[in-house]
């Protein structure tokens, strides 16, 4: 279906000839159409840069055509530039600009409504510092780790092999291994392609042990150890709930589980893949942490800590008391927002589960600066951060680093046609179909997402020496300013009143981590009954 179009437009081209001998010689004439279209599709199928043109030759055009509309027109009668569905054509424009290494400037002034009390700025210094060209590192690992790894502060967000396809990972691998920042892998495991081009990896270890699994699907230290131990893993991540789906598993129907992907997770080619909603390898604060020493010690030492979308807040808090009780300290914590993307979920988990990236993120800031752990522990934040600014507004809020993930899906092509549960992906990007695959090329989209990484730091150095500062580390929260923060009129249960050091240990007035507090308990999730 996808060549329809194409094969028709050949077939009338080849036949116009004999149409004109045998019926008039008129139909030639038809020749100064198709024929540039035949050549055009050609030329499609067979150039490297637009995956939409190799799986679509010619029809493609209308999408290039309808993006070309005038502005104004596009405006009132298509889809404003502002308009999130989730990204908005503004955000992805910008990613295919850097992506490609193309101008990213914007013109005639901000189409945002900067008295609407979502609007958000980063407070400018009257003395500007100078721009320091930097890739912005950060040292994570902690004193008990013993190979601490220096990551970037833009790092590709958990995708795992089987929602993303081979060149895919292929691309998104070789462009981290050229701009030296991290690939994590997702939880399904590491896969061949991720290895192939050598770039940095954390893996992430979720609820089926994808990797280093028995065949009951519980744990098995030794496969771990054996995989952790190659160098190009840099981190281990425990996926505690992903913001997309939190608190739910998820199963790969077995039509889909190939012997490629059945290999790289350690299951068996044709039966159902299962997720569970919860761990196995622990189910208590303190078990989570003894999980956590005992894969630091796996791995050699190197960096260990989890991955959450935060939910009860005592349970965090559980998993805070739990640190101070063991003395066991995870090197990081990665915040996920509920706004963070997913291939397949039910409506209602997308929705209406999960605490949004920066209340969560706020509330695990203030819960470890509260308790004099913050100095520890390294913090992530990943959730629709596409650009330098969305970057700077998590970072004066309590994050260390970024993680993206549909961000760097648009340095590969990806549309936003959302139909990557379908394995329709019309770009290659999110498709075990290897025909459609075909499309992505590893070595021109691998540039652009070397590109998009170096020029959305880039954009970063600018933002941030127009605040007076040289590296974002320096970020703090009255550098950033919300417009309903002016009104008073915070949505939810917002904290933007960080706590003072061991202002949890000592007794807080805060009704939100007084409660919450008073209700963890170190040795169990549940909330302590009054």
């Known amino acids: ?35 540039p279209l035949t050549l055009l599709g050609f030329r499609d199928i067979f150039q490297s840069r637009h995956s939409l043109l190799r799986n679509y030759p010619l029809m493609a055009h209308f999408r290039w055509l309808f993006e070309g509309i005038r502005p104004e027109i596009r405006q009132y009668l298509l889809e404003s530039d502002s308009e999130a569905i989730p990204f908005s054509r503004e955000q992805r424009g910008l990613v295919y600009e850097r992506a490609k290494n193309t101008v990213d400037v914007h013109p005639f002034g901000t189409d ?28 994570v690992g902690g004193p008990q780790c013993n190979k601490p790894y220096h990551a970037s502060v833009y790092n590709i967000s958990a995708m795992s092999f089987g929602a993303l396809s081979a060149n895919a990972i292929r691309a998104l691998n070789k462009g981290a291994k050229m701009g030296n920042f991290a690939h994590d892998t997702g939880e399904g495991s590491i896969s061949r392609y991720h290895r192939e081009f050598g770039g940095d990896l954390i893996w992430e270890i979720g609820t089926g042990y994808f990797g280093c699994r ?25 996926k505690l709930s992903q ?3 939190p608190g739910h598993g998820g199963v790969l129907p077995g039509h889909k589980v190939s012997a490629e992907i059945a290999a790289t997770r350690h299951v068996t080619a044709g039966e159902d893949c299962l997720s569970p909603s919860g761990h196995s390898a622990f189910s208590t604060p303190i078990e989570l942490l003894e999980f956590i020493k005992q894969l ?18 005592w349970e965090f808090l559980a998993i805070v008391k739990a640190i101070l009780e063991t003395s066991i300290v995870p090197d990081f914590i990665v915040v996920d927002g ?29 819960a470890l600066y509260g308790t004099r752990l913050r100095d520890q522990i390294k913090i992530g934040a990943s959730g629709k951060i596409v650009s330098a600014f969305d970057m700077v507004r998590v970072m004066t809020l309590g994050a260390d680093w970024c993680n993206a993930a549909r961000g760097f899906m648009f340095a590969l092509g990806c549309v936003q046609s959302r139909s990557c549960h379908t394995n329709r992906c019309p770009v290659g ?4 179909d290897p025909r459609r695959q075909r499309a992505l090329v590893v070595a021109d989209k691998s540039d652009r997402v070397y590109h998009f990484h170096k020029n959305t730091l880039n954009a970063l150095a600018e933002v941030i020496a127009a605040a007076g500062l040289e590296h974002p580390c320096q970020l703090r929260p009255y550098h950033f300013h919300i417009q309903s923060m002016q009104k008073k009129s915070l949505p939810g249960n917002m904290v933007l009143d960080f706590l003072e050091p061991g202002e949890l240990l000592e007794g807080t007035e805060n009704p939100l981590f007084k409660i919450n507090w008073a209700l963890a308990q170190a040795s169990s999730f549940a909330p302590l009954k009054p």
Not at 3 to 30: G, H
Not at 296 to 313: D, I, Q, Y
Request: with cysteine.
């Open 1 to 35: 279906m996808r060549y329809l179009p194409f094969i028709f437009i050949v077939i009338l081209t080849l036949l116009i000839p004999a149409l004109a001998l045998a019926w008039d010689t008129s139909w030639y004439w038809l020749l100064i159409i198709t024929l």
């Open 112 to 139: 945002l409504d900067v008295y609407d009390e979502r609007y958000a700025w980063l407070n400018h210094s009257t003395a500007p510092a100078k721009k320091q060209v930097s890739c912005f590192n950060i040292k």
């Open 214 to 238: 028995n065949k009951d699907g519980s744990f098995n230290p030794e496969i771990f150890a054996e995989q952790a131990s190659n160098d190009q893993v840099k981190m281990i991540e425990i």
């Open 243 to 245: 913001g997309a789906k």
């Open 296 to 313: 630091r010690t796996l791995s050699g030492g190197k960096p260990v800590g989890f991955k959450l979308c935060l939910g009860h807040r």
């Open 338 to 366: 509920a706004e963070g993307g997913t291939g397949a979920a039910p409506l209602e988990f997308s929705n209406h589960i999960g605490t949004p990236l920066l209340e969560g993120l706020l509330f695990v800031h203030n």
């Open 429 to 432: 990007v999110a498709t075990q």
